[in-house]
């Protein structure tokens, strides 16, 4: 049982160039999120979903998109990359109902030169 | 808007020294309240939780959070510190009965250092 799985765990790119940041679980759940850490702050929330073919923007949406064609997958595509993206990206998963807690992935490093 | 705050930025303990980390949020609603550690490198993991019940919550590790509702706090203690429990503490709170506030806001954490 891997749970929530990320690729690539780093990752260098260029001004304008394009990504996608891959998350898997295999718990089944409904609902799953990406978040973005930057030093010294909190995570926040970029886009989640409550099923497969459902996504809804998060707090910080621009810049991003997202998909979520099966269950399993959410992967978050960066079409042109900006250094204010500069970031530690989190993959989370839960089942829905009160008090579920998310289950994080291990994270992926981006960096934008 | 639903926000968390955490008012200690960096904390520095000595080892066997008691802990707590503060944590207010703003909603009027039902929420759900977690606290999250990321020790270094790693991803965040589930300290403990309250969503209903006794307000006094039991976590791992020796860990306890205290539901305030009249305060809307929900700060985290430990009676003596470790100095594997270096680490990042992150409070955070959703609103499951609210579809557009279900995912968790994040408070910007609080760094731990125990110097042995």
């Known amino acids: 049982n891997a749970g929530v799985t990320q690729t690539p765990k780093f990752r260098i790119l260029k001004i304008g160039q394009s990504m996608t940041l891959q998350c898997t679980q295999d718990m089944n759940h409904n609902y799953m999120y990406w978040y973005r850490q930057d030093p010294g702050m909190g995570l926040k929330l970029i886009y989640y979903s409550v099923g497969a073919g459902i996504t809804d923007k998060g707090e910080v949406p621009n810049g991003y998109n997202v998909s979520r064609s099966t269950t399993e997958d959410f992967p978050l595509r960066l079409e042109l990359a900006a250094p204010s993206q500069t970031s530690v990206y989190f993959c989370?998963?839960?089942?829905?109902?009160?008090?579920?807690?998310?289950?994080f992935g291990d994270g992926t490093r981006l960096s934008i030169l | 808007a639903q926000s968390v705050s955490q008012h200690n930025h960096h904390v520095i303990l000595s080892e066997a020294a008691s802990l707590e980390l503060g944590c207010n949020y703003s909603?009027?609603?039902?929420?759900?309240l977690f606290w999250y550690v990321q020790y270094p490198g790693q991803h965040l993991q589930l300290l403990l939780k309250y969503f209903s019940g006794d307000p006094l919550v039991k976590g791992i590790k020796g860990f306890e959070a205290e539901f305030i509702k009249s305060k809307f706090s929900f700060n985290l203690r430990k009676p003596s510190v470790q100095w594997s429990d270096t680490a990042e503490y992150f409070c955070?709170?959703?609103?499951?009965?609210?579809?557009?506030?279900?995912?968790?806001?994040f408070g910007s954490g609080t760094r731990l250092q125990v110097q042995p």
């Open positions: 909603y009027g609603g039902t929420v759900n």
């Open positions: 955070a709170v959703n609103a499951p009965m609210d579809t557009g506030r279900r995912a968790l806001t």
């Open positions: 989370a998963t839960n089942k829905p109902g009160s008090g579920q807690p998310q289950h």
